[in-house]
Every structure is written in structure tokens, then in C-alpha cells.
């Protein structure tokens, strides 16, 4: 496989690794993008399942433009603290595994969002809801335990 180190020299690597608030405020910019994403997310999955059931679910719906902003700026920040170690990071399996479950996470809320055309909250829609949020927590799970598991000391 193609090495990823010319993105760990380019410009942009080189600034987010060695600034002195490059890695530590893009790192917070991804957290608030986070918490905006997933917790959007959560309450939609939440709601499907059960909880708060006087909320109309289309209420939820409409803070769906920002989740999307939250996504927008979890994935460019994503993107730049990756440039800062991009060797590591694509072959570290931890790395891959949030990957894997936020493209899953993704298409768990594309296909809920179908299901939750009809109306009625089926089971199906509830086991999508479900799901949903074990890939979403996971992701947040394998993010932080990125810079602990397979990183060499
Ligand atoms: C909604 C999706 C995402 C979630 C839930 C997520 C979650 C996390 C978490 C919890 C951390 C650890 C923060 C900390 O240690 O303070 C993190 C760091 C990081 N994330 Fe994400 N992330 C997401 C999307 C992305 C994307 C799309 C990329 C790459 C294109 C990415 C690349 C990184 C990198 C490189 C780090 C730094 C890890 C380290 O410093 O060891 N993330 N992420």
C-alpha cells in the first residue's frame, strides 16, 4: 500500500502537527461537531424508541440542516488531524474501525429516515434506531482509544 507520508509533509500536515494550537483547537472543533452530529442523532434514535413520546418526530426534523453543518465540520476537522499523522492513522486498526461504523452510522440514519416516511413507527425502524446508535457510540468509543491503542511509544 501507497505510503500517506507526503500528506504528513505537506504544508498542511507539517502546520496542524507543529503550531502550537494547530492540533488543540482543531481537535475542539471536532468535538463540538460531534456533539452537534451525534447528539441530533441521539434524540431522533431516542424518540424511535420510545422516550420523549410527546415530541412529534418531525420536530426533530427540522434540526436535521444542522446536523448535517455538525457533520460538515466534524468531517473537515476530522480531515486535518488526520493530515498531521496520516501514516498512522489509516493503517491504525481503531482508526479503521471508526471509519467503518460512522459510513455505517450513516447509512443506519439515511435508512431510518425512509422507514420513518410511513408514519408509524415500526419495529424495524426501532431495530435501525437501535443500531444506529451502537455505530455512532462506537465511533465515539474507537475515537478516543485512538491515541492509546496501536500507537507506538
Ligand atoms: C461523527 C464522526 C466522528 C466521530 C464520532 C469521531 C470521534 C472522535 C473522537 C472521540 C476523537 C478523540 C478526541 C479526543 O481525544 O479528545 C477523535 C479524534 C480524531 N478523529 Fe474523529 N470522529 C469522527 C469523524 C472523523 C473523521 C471523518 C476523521 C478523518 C477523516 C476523523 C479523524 C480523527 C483524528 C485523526 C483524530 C485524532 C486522534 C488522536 O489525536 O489520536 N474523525 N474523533
Known amino acids: 500500500m501507497e505510503s500517506l507520508i507526503w500528506l504528513e509533509e505537506s504544508g498542511l500536515g507539517v502546520w496542524v502537527r507543529e ?9 475542539a472543533s471536532h468535538a ?18 420510545g ?20 457533520f460538515f465540520l466534524n468531517f473537515l476537522s476530522g480531515f486535518l488531524l488526520f493530515s498531521a499523522d496520516a501514516d498512522r492513522f489509516f493503517f491504525q486498526t481503531v482508526f479503521q474501525i ?15 429516515l425512509r422507514q420513518l416516511r410511513d408514519q408509524a413507527i415500526t419495529k424495524g425502524a426501532k431495530m435501525t434506531a437501535a443500531f444506529s ?3 455512532w457510540f ?16
Open 98 to 112: 471508526k471509519i467503518l461504523l460512522i459510513i455505517l452510522g450513516v447509512i443506519a440514519l439515511w435508512v431510518l
Open 19 to 27: 503550531s502550537m494550537w494547530g492540533y488543540p483547537l482543531i481537535l
Open 133 to 135: 446508535l451502537f455505530c
Open 138 to 153: 462506537g465511533a465515539i468509543t474507537a475515537g478516543r482509544l485512538t491515541a492509546y491503542i496501536g500507537v507506538e511509544k
Open 51 to 70: 422516550f420523549a413520546s410527546r415530541i412529534p418526530i418531525s420536530s426533530i426534523d427540522n434540526l436535521f440542516t444542522i446536523a448535517w453543518i455538525g
Open 32 to 49: 463540538i461537531g460531534m456533539a452537534i452530529v451525534i447528539g441530533i442523532i441521539t434524540m431522533l434514535d431516542l424518540r424511535v424508541l
